[in-house]
């Protein structure tokens, strides 16, 4: 087994006790060396701008389906098992482990050494085994990199093996397909099968740190971004898509701390990844100018199209996927922060597309309601979007991000109300980015200049003194002035003509809520369900 590295005598070692004996070795290579390697294999091509372009094959997006955890002594009893979480037996596991490492024999690969979660104090150390080098690229942008002092005493702890050319056989392998995603916590061990999307890994790695976070240390992971202002203070933005998050989160006067998953220790929000994978549907450099500014060199871009006879990429071009991405570092935003850690937030964001138009623009949580808004993680979807969407659509997902959570949601949910029960100084605030003055189709979209008004004299704390009034449904506090936002705006009822109307729709949505919490009734205390909107006037 050949090492073409900055690898160790160690590192080849480790690889041969575990039973991988590859062709060629090649560890914690460079950007620029697996962006030319990339081309050299005729896998990738160049943009004008200098990106790695290049193509996830089959899946251009993860496949849930085919994402299993190992029931053993350790999950077992722990894992909120159901239809997000699948359970597969030991044996599956290392019947595909075994097959896998052996299919490698003879062939290259690729290592890497990184760490995920940017607090000393919880980060966890992941060995990346990739069968491509911009798989490679992706992890070294994604993961935070060691430097050269901590990579001598690098000690392997999780393993990510993937491997896209390896298929599972269902029949007799016990998975649903040939593709598979497998989480082993006792092994620490991923592995990643007949899939090349690379968002597999970085959201293993979530998955893995959504148990061990909570279950180990009482810390709350989340799926959030997060930016700090000049005086230390760390906003928080939670948001399904649609939403805003990334929109809102992004702000030349405060510094990103992270776009997508962050972790709240006691006095410490740090971001679990040292980069960003961004969606570039419909891309510009007018509409998002730091994401545009960080397709460059060392960036990769998934699944886009050039146009005609040319390198340039037509970010309005979908014929691969709507899922078009880039994966860069961090620190190719101007304004991130590296290390990508802060203090405990001031304020905290729930973003919500209402298209039924009764949320407020912002209104103010209560811990309780903080609590139930958070497992709720609601939105919609409006009508012309999808093929039979005639009305407004609801869509819940637990803690922003069902589908990451291996435990039960109101766990998370009670994390979060332990530490607001710590520090009641922090603000935690609704905010509808969707419709105003009626539903989807008459009423209009709120007004993005009055949604970062209402964000900005949040943070500034000129929120913090003004008169309040409880919704009259959901019981949530709207504020009645806020600089730069007429004032019947934010009443939702006002923007209404017919108020009537308004009061019907927002039973309705009320009752939409309560049947979906339904599912987390048993597992919530009486505090959280204290918080559900009424269902009659």
Request: with cysteine; net charge negative; proline share 5%.
């Amino acid at each position: 087994m050949e090492r073409l590295d900055a690898g160790s005598k160690s590192d080849l070692i480790d690889l041969t006790e575990m039973g991988i004996i590859a062709r060629k070795v090649y560890f914690n290579l460079d950007n620029q060396t697996l962006t030319q390697q990339t081309l050299d294999l005729g896998q990738g091509k160049l943009n004008d701008l200098g990106a790695l372009c290049v193509t996830t094959g089959k899946f251009t997006g993860r496949s849930p389906k085919d994402k299993f955890i190992v029931k053993d002594s350790i999950t077992a009893h722990t894992i909120d098992w159901g239809d997000v979480n699948l359970p597969i037996s030991e044996k599956v596991f290392h019947n595909l482990y075994t097959k896998m490492k052996a299919f490698l024999q003879g062939k290259d690969i690729w290592v890497r050494h990184c760490f995920a979660g940017a607090d000393k104090n919880y980060r966890i150390n992941v060995t990346v085994i990739n069968t491509t080098p911009w798989a490679n690229l992706f992890c070294n942008n994604l993961f935070i990199s060691p430097s050269e002092e901590e990579l001598s005493s690098f000690e392997k702890e999780w393993i990510i093996l993937q491997v896209p050319e390896f298929l599972a056989d269902p029949a007799v392998d016990g998975t649903r397909s040939g593709n598979f995603t497998i989480l082993n916590f006792t092994e620490k061990v991923i592995l990643i099968g007949g899939s090349a999307y690379t968002g597999e890994m970085k959201k293993g790695i979530f998955s893995v740190l959504n148990f061990i976070l909570p279950h180990q240390y009482n810390i709350l992971p989340m799926h959030c971004s997060a930016n700090e202002g000049k005086d230390g203070d760390v906003s928080l933005f939670f948001g399904l898509s649609g939403t805003g998050k990334t929109t809102l989160s992004a702000d030349a006067n405060r510094c990103l701390i992270g776009d997508d998953e962050h972790g709240w220790a006691e006095g410490s929000v740090f971001n679990f990844e040292g980069g960003c994978y961004a969606k570039v549907v419909d891309l510009s450099a007018e509409k998002e100018p730091e994401i545009y500014g960080a397709i460059r060199p060392g960036a990769l871009l998934e699944n886009v199209v050039f146009f005609e006879n040319s390198n340039v990429v037509d970010f309005s071009n979908t014929s691969i996927t709507e899922n078009t991405r880039v994966a860069y570092p961090i620190d190719y935003i101007p304004n991130a922060k590296v290390p990508s850690l802060g203090g405990n937030p001031k304020n905290i964001f729930f973003l919500t597309c209402d298209a039924f138009g009764i949320l407020p623009p912002i209104a103010k949580l209560t811990k309780a309601q903080a609590m139930y808004h958070f497992i709720s993680g609601y939105t919609a979807k409006v009508a012309g979007t999808e093929v039979g969407v005639t009305e407004p659509q609801t869509t819940f997902s637990a803690c922003f991000g069902r589908v990451f959570l291996p435990l039960h949601p109101t766990q998370y949910a009670e994390l979060l109300g332990e530490k607001l029960e710590k520090h009641p100084d922090v603000n935690v605030w609704l905010v509808n980015t969707g419709w105003t003055g009626g539903k989807y189709g008459v009423g209009k979209r709120m007004n993005l200049k009055y949604t970062r008004a209402m964000i900005n004299a949040a943070m500034r704390g000129d929120l913090d003194n003004v008169e309040y009034v409880a919704h009259e449904v959901f019981g949530v506090l709207k504020p009645q002035s806020c600089p730069g936002v007429p004032a019947e705006v934010l009443n939702p009822r006002n923007t209404w003509d017919d108020k009537e109307e308004y009061d019907k729709q927002a039973i309705e949505l009320a009752k939409l809520f309560v049947n979906n919490f339904k599912q987390y009734e048993q597992h919530a205390n009486e505090e959280i369900l204290s918080a559900a909107p009424k269902t009659t006037l």
